[in-house]
């Protein structure tokens, strides 16, 4: 989508720190990050949010994209987080995976 800040990174439009990519799924640092290690994971592809995502090969690599993420930054303990829609945190509506690590986390989140 045009207008979309996750695809201008994903199409390379506008500069992100890219840590992983795929053919269909890139994942880059969040610019406003919430612990030591924060990624996003998104699919190149624009699905306003995961109750969009009618892939399921694409939902497969996305897994596969936090996987292969962790294992390349070499973290072994991460939480991963989906928000979808507005009251559950949701700001940018492009699908993206929230990969937080390097402190404790809480359980159950707030
Ligand atoms: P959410 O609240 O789940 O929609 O998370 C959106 C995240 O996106 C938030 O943690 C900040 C991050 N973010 C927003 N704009 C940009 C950007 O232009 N670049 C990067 N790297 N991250 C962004």
Redesign the pocket.
Same mark, same amino acid.
């Given at each position: 989508m045009e207008e979309c800040?996750?695809c201008k990174?994903a199409n390379k439009a506008?500069p992100?720190?890219v840590v992983y990519e795929s053919e269909n799924v890139t994942a880059?640092?969040? @610019? *406003?990050p919430?612990a030591p290690v924060?990624i996003?994971v998104v699919p190149k592809k624009h699905y306003e949010s995961m109750n969009d995502l009618d892939d399921i090969l694409l939902a497969g690599e996305l897994l596969n994209a936090v996987k292969e993420t962790a294992k390349k930054l070499g973290i072994q303990e991460y939480r991963t987080? @989906? *928000?979808t829609g507005k009251s559950a945190?949701?700001?940018?509506?492009h699908l993206?995976i929230?990969i937080l690590a390097g402190r404790d986390m809480k359980w159950p989140p707030g």
């Open positions: 800040i996750f990174i506008i992100a720190k880059f640092r969040d @610019i *406003n919430q924060h996003l987080v @989906i *928000n945190g949701q700001e940018v509506f993206h929230h």
